[in-house]
């Protein structure tokens, strides 16, 4: 069972992606935006942290640049959880640190399958 940490600012789609983690025996911590996020995932050191992008205050690029970037928090994988669909903020995402990027409406197997690709 691995702990999961979801930084997203939508209590909606924390809730459904809570969930889906909680169903598959994983436990859950959250963060409303990206300053929370980091905090949280430096004192709690999450097996892995799913990302929101669009979030107000720091957003979900620069947080993952900051865990990717930080000797605490480097070796935590950040999968970015977004709306956002283009290939540009894809290759962004992926530039800032993140080992995985999904696209929502999330597919709760190919969430599922990206989670158990890093072995948490």
Same mark, same amino acid.
């Given at each position: 069972m691995?702990?999961?940490?979801?930084?997203?600012?939508?209590p909606?789609?924390?809730?459904?992606?809570?969930?889906?983690?909680?169903?598959?025996?994983h436990?859950?911590?959250?963060?409303?935006?990206?300053?929370?996020?980091?905090a949280?995932?430096?004192?709690?050191?999450?097996?892995?942290?799913?990302?929101?992008i669009?979030m107000p205050?720091?957003?979900?690029?620069?947080a993952? $640049? !900051?865990?990717? =970037? @930080?000797?605490? #928090?480097?070796? +935590?994988?950040?999968?970015?959880?977004?709306?956002?669909?283009?290939?540009?903020?894809?290759?962004?995402?992926? $530039? !800032?640190g993140? =080992? @995985?990027?999904? #696209?929502?409406? +999330?597919d709760?197997k190919?969430?599922?399958?990206?989670?158990?690709?890093?072995?948490?």
């Open positions: 691995a702990k999961i940490l979801i930084v997203d600012d939508s909606t789609e924390t809730y459904k992606l809570t969930g889906v983690l909680e169903k598959n025996g436990s859950v911590i959250t963060a409303i935006n990206g300053e929370e996020g980091v949280t995932a430096k004192a709690e050191k999450p097996d892995l942290v799913l990302m929101d669009v205050g720091l957003n979900g690029f620069q993952t $640049r !900051q865990l990717s =970037k @930080a000797p605490e #928090t480097s070796d +935590i994988p950040v999968v970015i959880v977004t709306t956002k669909d283009q290939e540009t903020d894809r290759v962004w995402g992926m $530039r !800032q993140a =080992k @995985a990027y999904l #696209t929502k409406p +999330i709760e190919e969430l599922i399958q990206t989670i158990n690709k890093f072995g948490v």
